[in-house]
């Protein structure tokens, strides 16, 4: 079989461009008659890597393809089309989907009809692309983050004209309104709120792959979530690359206090947000978080370095002693409240004594998770281009003793809980055993516990008998 051309490929330079031109805002979505019938009878299944963007976006892709016709499945055999979602933030995201790749050639060995796509934040990335096309033939659809809405005529593209399809837009991007969703959740939903990202720190892909930040419209993020309430959720996540920066891009007066709030008055039971940066977060925000008891008491706030020096290499935008002080300020005035955080190790030329700062700043904070990674080159990236004499035994010796300090700190947080009841958002049983079911609590601590016939998406008070240093363990009461 030929297969025909169609190519728009990425551009790192074009996608760095930010301008003041307006953001091009489309709030309807129609299927072409031609193309609405090319799911009938035909399955696909969509593997998602990285962040809560991606598996929003997933929803997103797998609710087009519901439109289409199309039937989920939950496993690769015997289905027509493939889409592998990715995350392009570290290099070893980038193996795993290759090795994914890889392995789901056996399909298109035996089927040449079937349609493997790759899409999401790796495929903005030039480098990538050409891996892709120049050796895994078997990916005949390639897209980005910018143009999930054309999917249907790229389908279209590959499937009946046979054509190899590689629609990449490096541009600001725009806001799509009103587009097919299948929520993977029947309790819990994913609400973005933005797009993109304007901070570019040196580090991060993200400004790149996504776009420039741009908010969505309050009344219109206000009518999702009334929604989801009609339809029985119990808890939304505000979602985007900085919320904090929510509705900066529009006028003065919008903002991300004033949108937290009036969420929380559509009466969700619980409400939460990701991700906060450290630069943009107000008083406001933290009187309204203290304000309502559906607005969780957990926060996510990325550290990144405790060394102010190696932050302003980062271009975080902020101290050492700024982000203790905010950090002080959120536990004080938010009741009971738990943050987590993200710490990259060995930035850099990262000497010795600034990783023993962040040590510090771990030491203060006490934080009751932490995610944490050594540094890796993003191509295109300012920091890709430094010089760095640091080995990488070094880089993984600092890395295990990070984790080994902030590890005793959330051991020490989750063994307060032991006694003492909390209540459980329910997300399911257990595989193994029906006797034992998982769920959250308000300060987003994983709980797993005993109980019986309770169903997910119900509140459960729960007796903590351990604390472990990732969860919980307790029993139903």
Avoid at 329 to 337: A, L
Wanted: aromatic share 10%; hydrophobic share 35%; charged share 25%.
């Amino acid at each position: 079989m030929k297969i025909k051309l169609d190519w728009a490929l990425p551009n790192m330079k074009d996608a760095k461009k930010r301008t003041k031109n307006e953001i091009e805002r489309v709030d309807s979505f129609v299927i072409p008659d031609n193309m609405s019938w090319l799911g009938q009878g035909k399955k696909y299944y969509i593997s998602t890597y990285g962040c809560q963007a991606n598996e929003r976006d997933s929803e997103t892709l797998a609710g087009i393809m519901d439109a289409m016709g199309f039937v989920q499945s939950d496993i690769y055999e015997d289905v027509d089309v493939i889409l592998i979602n990715t995350c392009a933030v570290r290099q070893n995201a980038m193996e795993k989907v290759l090795g994914e790749i890889g392995n789901v050639k056996r399909f298109y060995v035996k089927n040449k009809d079937i349609i493997i796509g790759v899409c999401g934040c790796m495929a903005q990335e030039e480098g990538f692309v050409e891996t892709l096309l120049e050796k895994y033939p078997q990916v005949r659809l390639l897209f980005g983050t910018h143009n999930l809405h054309q999917l249907p005529s790229m389908l279209y593209d590959a499937m009946i004209c046979k054509k190899r399809v590689v629609k990449i837009y490096s541009r600001e991007g725009e806001v799509y309104e009103n587009l097919p969703v299948h929520r993977f959740g029947n309790h819990k939903a994913w609400v973005n709120i933005m797009y993109g990202c304007d901070k570019f720190c040196t580090y991060c892909i993200v400004p790149y792959t996504r776009g420039k930040q741009r908010s969505r419209y309050m009344d219109q993020i206000l009518d999702e979530v009334k929604e989801l309430y009609q339809q029985g959720y119990k808890e939304v996540t505000l979602l985007g690359q900085n919320v904090n920066a929510y509705g900066k891009d529009i006028d003065d007066h919008y903002d991300f206090a004033t949108l937290l709030e009036e969420v929380a008055k559509i009466g969700i039971p619980r409400v939460r947000f990701t991700t906060s940066h450290p630069w943009d977060f107000s008083d406001e925000m933290l009187d309204v978080i203290a304000k309502y008891d559906n607005i969780m008491p957990f926060i996510h706030l990325p550290l990144q370095s405790g060394d102010s020096a190696i932050l302003k290499l980062m271009g975080r935008r902020y101290t050492k002693e700024e982000y203790i002080a905010l950090y002080d300020k959120i536990v004080q005035k938010i009741d009971r409240c738990a943050v987590s955080t993200d710490i990259i190790v060995g930035f850099p030329n990262e000497s010795d004594e600034q990783f023993e700062q962040t040590l510090d700043v771990v030491r203060h904070c006490k934080y009751d998770n932490c995610f944490t990674f050594i540094y890796s080159k993003r191509p295109g990236t300012p920091a890709a281009v430094m010089e760095d004499e640091i080995s990488l035994e070094t880089k993984k010796d600092r890395l295990q003793t990070l984790n080994k300090l902030w590890n005793s700190f959330a051991l020490e947080k989750n063994k307060a809980y032991e006694g003492k009841v909390v209540t459980v958002l329910v997300d399911g049983a257990s595989k193994k055993d029906s006797h034992t079911y998982s769920g959250y609590t308000d300060t987003n601590k994983l709980v797993n516990f005993t109980g019986e016939n309770i169903e997910p998406g119900t509140f459960v008070d729960v007796y903590i008998e351990t604390g472990k240093t990732f969860s919980l363990d307790g029993r139903a009461i």
